[in-house]
């Protein structure tokens, strides 16, 4: 359809055909509830043997309805506050403890 041939009648019809749903499969990767730990920021010339995770274990609160999905987290002892900006897949390793 040419952008001569769009009138009020079928606008809708072609706002459809040029904007469609892209229904990507989210991965969600971790439940409200699970206990993770978050990876630990890595400088240059830091030991490489060293663990890449926090000891420190955390509880998934929320997960965002973001691109890509995001988990909001909070401590699992202690004053149990909510930690402050979101975290990726990527960023958070499931743990058993």
Sequence with gaps: MTPSQVNKSNEDVVLHTLFKQINKKINIKFQVGDRVRISE??????????????????????????????????????????IKGIFYNEELKKTAF
């Design 41 to 82: 920021y890595r400088y240059t010339f830091n030991d490489k043997y060293n663990i890449n995770w926090t000891r420190e274990v955390f509880i998934i609160t929320r997960i965002l309805n973001t691109q890509p999905v995001t988990y909001k987290i909070r401590e699992l002892v202690g004053k149990k506050e909510e």
